[in-house]
């Protein structure tokens, strides 16, 4: 293997399989949870106050710098798209993450879905065993409040699978991102297993006969998919045991890390979208010890799943973005740390449909303002739908018979960033 994939071969096995035209795309979002400071990871300020203590190394493309906490990321520059110029309204955790979920301010009548449902829609495969949505590590706040993650108005159907959503401290990566009750119960044989199924669809077309509503058929659906991911060959996409010990050695063997290796998996078995979560990024306080703290999990855990995915030839058709609710105050408090900031931020897009080596925007010297291209959450959403090949404009029906679009018309894709 070693000298097939010097000679040459692995890199054309690669490029035969991006360009495979009945490969469907998919997302990867790695969601910063609590707002990121990105004007110490993507937007330094260096030489002026608001800088901080943190320096800016150079890239694989030059002229492009990045933190020095992100060195992995900075040799794979050349794939990155930074966008320097978001510029939001909302600073309030659960609102700014359900916009940025959503596209929408909330609104009490409407149930909108999030975007991992909406694109889970769009290039889902109705008979494939794994679910077209799904959450690795979410974060406790929305676990408990939902913020724009669920199927809304789409139904039951692109409701997201979550996975690690154990807080406990001595539960390892491995365990935490296991699947429970994939396996049938102990004592089951093949024959039994199946009568049992066959005796719960009975049951369930009893009930939907004089039960009319969406409800029963929601029932069904739901434990049709479950019986379908507990098949062998859907349920090995999450047995991380399979890959080899190396491997996740360089993802990292902390939950985002071996999150990341997941999603790869994932998306190579066909899930539309997948997104990892990173919790602790609200810095108020010590905002620089946070950022070594959380950053040697980002660095490594995204790092190698941008360069798995090139090297299996999933990095043309897989689109890998990073992003938290809002940035952080330029300005430095007196905790040592920065607040809320939504006025002017970066998030970052890779892969499939993205043009990389590449920042799109501009902020001022001291980091406070958007000087050019300035990039609203409906913008940000339409150029992943572009990069997706979804058409942004298109419709669904709203729980309340009103058509919604996918984004908003309005919005204007950052066309600079698009391959």
């Known amino acids: 293997m070693a000298s097939l994939g010097a000679s040459g071969w692995l890199p054309a096995l690669a490029a035969d399989a991006a360009r495979n035209p009945s490969r ?16 110490d990871l993507f937007d330094l300020k260096p030489g002026h106050k608001n800088g901080g203590p943190l320096k800016e190394i150079a890239t694989n493309v030059p002229g492009l710098r990045v933190s ?23 600073g309030d955790h659960g609102r700014a993450a359900f916009i940025m979920r959503t596209g929408n301010l909330p609104l009490g009548a409407i149930q909108f879905p999030g975007f991992g449902a909406l694109v889970a829609k769009e290039l889902d495969d109705p008979a494939a065993d794994l679910p077209g949505y799904v959450r690795i590590c979410p974060p406790l706040r929305e676990r408990a409040f939902g ?40 004592g089951v044989n093949g024959a039994e297993y ?16 004089d039960r009319a509503g969406e409800l029963p058929g929601a029932h069904r659906g739901a434990a049709e998919r479950a019986e379908r991911l507990m098949r062998p060959d859907a349920a090995r996409a999450f047995q991380l045991d399979d890959e080899p010990a190396a491997a996740r050695d360089r993802y990292g063997r902390t939950p985002f890390g071996q999150g990341c290796l997941l999603a790869r998996r994932l998306v190579e078995r066909g899930v539309p979208f997948v997104e990892v979560g990173l919790d602790g990024w609200d810095t108020h306080n010590q905002n620089f010890d946070a950022l070594h703290r959380l950053t040697p999990a980002l660095d490594s855990g995204w790092s190698s799943l941008l ?7 999933l990095l043309a058709t897989t689109t890998v973005v990073w992003a938290g609710e809002f940035g952080r105050t330029p300005s430095i408090n007196t905790g040592n740390g920065r607040d809320h900031y939504p006025k002017a931020w970066s998030t970052v897009i890779a892969g499939g449909g993205v043009k990389g080596g590449l920042a799109a925007g501009r902020t001022s010297a001291d980091g406070t303002e958007v000087e050019e291209r300035a990039v609203s959450v409906p913008d940000f959403l339409a150029t992943i739908c572009r990069a997706l090949g979804i058409d942004p404009l298109k419709q669904n029906l709203s729980n309340v018979g009103r058509p919604i679009r996918i984004v908003d018309k309005s919005a204007r894709a950052v066309e600079e960033v698009l391959a």
């Open 24 to 39: 469907k795309r998919s997302c990867i979002v790695l969601w910063m949870n609590g707002g990121p400071s990105t004007i």
């Open 68 to 90: 020095e906490l992100l060195p992995k990321v900075a040799r794979l520059a050349d794939h990155l798209a930074v966008i320097r110029s978001m510029s939001t309204k909302e």
């Open 194 to 209: 199946a009568e049992r199924l066959d005796l719960l669809a009975e049951v369930d077309r009893v009930f939907a006969t």
């Open 307 to 313: 360069l798995d995915l090139k090297d299996r030839g």
């Open 147 to 186: 913020l724009g993650t669920g199927a809304g108005f789409l139904g039951p159907r692109y409701t997201p699978l979550a996975i690690g959503e154990s807080d406990r401290a001595d539960v390892s990566a491995a365990d935490l991102l296991r699947v429970p009750n994939l396996e049938r119960a102990a």
